[in-house]
């Protein structure tokens, strides 16, 4: 369509080495009968900027017709289609051509082969790379077998033969020499308790509601009961989790928000009347709560409760979107709960498998040791907006399957159900039939579909999962009738097999190992054998791991508990860049554990290896519970990139840092005054790159500094920016975006220094002071504050197309500026987080004043 006015164009999509095109063609007769009736008016490559969109807006005529939008970097097109099969297997193509460039890895296609078509208003173009692609459909569901990280069983017989033999064989000559051999006795005992746990247990079916709802920003105005207690008998276990509490940018920026207290209120209202229950946890992230409640005849029952969060906005700053986590014993059973809102959009998913994958990783309740992650529970329930969608067919079809209650042929179309399939997310998890209308998207206040422009496909975003033994889903199911949202709550029954200690026999048997052990403990030495204990690494690139496995076996008569211990005078029992897994475990005889190394250097510690005040060399002290240490050295060597370059430095660089030899990379990070025959840049060019890219193909991206990027994009930018190409800078804008942010902040010191910090903050309201502190600013960090503060400016000229505002963008580049200093890991007090809400808006304010005020006085009085 060109205006309103209807002209008949012929589609046609092309492949060439796994490439695509979207053809269109002009005819001279409808239908064209022979080729030569067909003219190419211009060939769309399927990249980075291609953009496929079905809308069946109402304004449309009779809504009849499927129109597709087709966008390709300013252009954009709008085509009518006659709704069938035929337009239904052709949109579907495109949107597989569209996967499959999302998915590729390597560099980005030129589509040379497109030269020659491009006539015209023909569009081409270069673009970034995606993820891998996997050609592979397996509609199967497989389940991980279960085991214990770093732990391999003891065959049970052995154990009951040691237990139960009236006497043990005692080696009475290792006595005679003065042997005094120590076990690691604690651990002992809690594993051979564990190991005769069916002895003394006795298993107690306890009822399990979870529940999710986004709430879409809107208050309670209506009563929860309907939800949350609609069966006949009141559940043991609530867990109630919300999505998109506040949407305000209050909450946003600040994760303060007022509706945390009334939705805490109306759940409360809205429990089951038949019973009293106790709150164990609420943990919320912005607009992310989770609450859990046990009837108060279970509360004695709850030990070690502990609650954790992950934003997976850009840098894991903002927190709008990602996961809360609530983990606690009950009796003898452990259970973890996650609420969690992964990325929105059709076409996402594979950024909802990073979420998934990010808080999978990220999410550590840290008051444990070691912390124990979502993995490492009896029982699993994951629960929230998951924001998988249905693709490949038109919201028309969608809604008719739908309105006849035919649900299956929907499903096979589901991101969720086909990631989860191929193992892409959720491996292990079970999710139940789903038996109830999708979720989302409604207009609020009714059961109608979304009647908007975008006039969204119907989808399950609302979903339970769950992972472990004993557990068993008694229903599934939608609450319709609760309509102030765009979505619909979900909840979700279960009979969990919950474990319960018999006092009695627990003291029994403890009595009886312990007597056992009597005799063991005196005899033998814990004895192991490490297969390397000199560990080599590759030369290792920033933010790209490596890992390389060690093997501890226990090669003597008793179980061994070992743990990596720090040496004398350092913080850590390992360097920041290096990670062990497990780095505590507990092994029985004859046995062995797997231990994973893992070196990845990021902003954190690119700097000290950039200057040689760190190098990529530790030594590990293997410590075991009652015998002798083992030291495991670990080397590489790192490949020195402008990430991690200090401001001062990168001004002396005219070539690509890999040009640099090293000595001569340390000489500048560590010299107080540079000696160099050439002028410096006025900023570094690393960063001019980035900006200008921005400024010349971003200034009007929506979601810009606010959506990540792909790990693979900043991998290629990081290659392109260190080695220096003639081609364009690859990825996509958000990862550029993004990159710029990790170069800002992987510097020893952030764009203001440290020792200025107090003095910014106490001057944050007023704007004079705040110009005389940047005008006192070392030469090249004041030049690259007020060149990005310039850029921002520009960037919120265009907030009609990016969405953004300065409230947002004067808070992100608040905490980059005035980045705080490294401090230790878990401070998570609410006085610290208070404390961090009010240093973050005052850091907010100070930036605010450069991006509404005239800046050029500054410019030109240089």
Known sequence: MQGWVRTSRVLALAEHDSNHALFVFMSSRMPPLLFSDLAIERVLPIDADFRCEIDTDSKHQDGVDVYVNISSHKLKLLFEMVPGIKTSNFVGEIFR?????????????????????????????????????????????????????????????????????????????????????????ESVIKYQMAMKEQHYTYTQVLRVFVGTWNVNGQPPTVGLSEWLAQDPEPPDIYAIGFQELDLSKEAFLFNDTPREEEWQEAVLNGLHKKARYHKVALVRLVGMMLLVFVQEQHAAYVRAVATETVGTGIMGKMGNKGGVGVRFDLHSTSLCFVNSHLAAHVEEYERRNQDY?????????????????????????????????????????????????????????????????????????????????????????????????????????????????????????????????????????????????????????????????????????????????????????????????????????????????????????????????????????????????????DKKSAFKLNSGEDKLYDILVLHLEGGKDIFITVTGTYERSCFGSSIEALVFISVPVREIPVGRLMELENAKEVSSTQDPYPIPKEIWFLVDHLYRHGLKQPHLFEQPGLNSELLQIRNWLDNGSPDPMPG?????????????????????????????????????????????????????????????????????????????????????????????????????????????????????HFLVNDQSDFILGR
């Not at 994958?357 to 040791?369: A, G, K, N, P, V």
Request: with cysteine; hydrophobic share 35%.
């Open 97 to 185: 051509a569209i996967e499959v460039f999302t998915k590729r890895r390597g560099p980005p296609p030129e589509f040379q082969w497109l030269h020659k078509y491009a006539v015209g208003a023909g569009s081409l173009s270069n673009s970034g790379s995606g993820s891998s692609w996997s050609g592979m459909d397996n509609p199967s569901r497989g389940l991980m077998e279960p085991g214990i990280d770093g732990v391999t069983g003891q065959d049970e017989s052995l154990t009951d033969a040691l237990l139960e033999s009236p006497e043990i064989s005692v080696p009475r000559q290792s006595i005679a020499k003065g042997a005094t051999p120590i076990a690691a006795r």
């Open 732 to 848: 996509s804008i958000h990862s550029v975006a993004e990159a710029l942010l990790l170069l800002l902040e992987s510097t020893a010191e952030p764009v203001i220094p440290y020792n200025l910090h107090s003095i910014c903050l106490s001057a944050a309201s007023n704007y004079l002071q705040c110009k005389q502190i940047v005008m006192q600013l070392p030469e090249h960090r004041k030049n690259v504050f007020l060149y990005l503060c310039a850029f921002l400016q520009e960037v919120l000229c265009h907030v009609n197309e990016n969405g953004l505002d300065s409230k947002t963008v004067a808070t992100l580049f608040g905490t980059i500026f005035l980045r705080d200093p490294p401090r230790s890991r878990g401070d998570l007090s609410s006085r610290a987080r208070m404390n961090q809400q009010v240093l973050d808006r005052k850091k907010a304010n100070f930036v605010y």
């Open 357 to 601: 994958h990010d808080i999978c990783s990220r999410m550590s309740f840290t008051r444990f040791l070691p912390p124990k992650g979502i993995k490492d529970h009896d029982q699993v329930y994951w629960l929230g907006d998951l924001n998988y969608r249905i693709t490949e067919l038109d919201p028309w079809l969608v809604k008719d399957y739908i309105d006849k209650g035919n649900y299956l042929p929907l499903l096979e179309y589901d991101q969720l159900h086909q990631q989860h399939g191929l193992k892409n997310v959720f491996a292990g998890y079970q999710e139940g039939n789903v038996t109830f209308r999708p979720t989302y998207k409604y207009d609020p206040g009714s059961d109608n579909w979304d009647s908007s422009e975008k006039n969204r496909a119907p989808a399950w975003c609302d979903r339970v999962l769950w992972k472990g033994d004993g557990i068993t889903q008694i229903t599934y199911r939608s609450h319709p009738e609760l309509r102030i949202s765009d979505h619909k709550p979900v909840s979700s029954l279960f009979d969990s097999q919950i474990r319960v200690i018999d006092a009695v026999k627990y003291r029994r048997i403890h009595e009886e190992v312990m007597k056992k052990l009597d005799k063991l403990e005196n005899e033998f030495l814990p004895q192991v054998m490490v297969d390397n204990t000199e560990v080599i690494f590759d030369t290792i690139h920033y933010l790209e791991s490596q890992i390389r496995d060690l093997i501890i076996a226990n090669t003597g008569q008793v179980p061994v508990t070992f743990e990596f211990i720090k040496k004398l005078d350092d913080s850590s029992y390992c360097k920041d860049w290096l990670n062990i897994e497990p780095y505590s475990g507990f092994i029985m005889p004859g046995e062995k554990c797997d231990i994973k190394l893992e070196v990845f250097v």
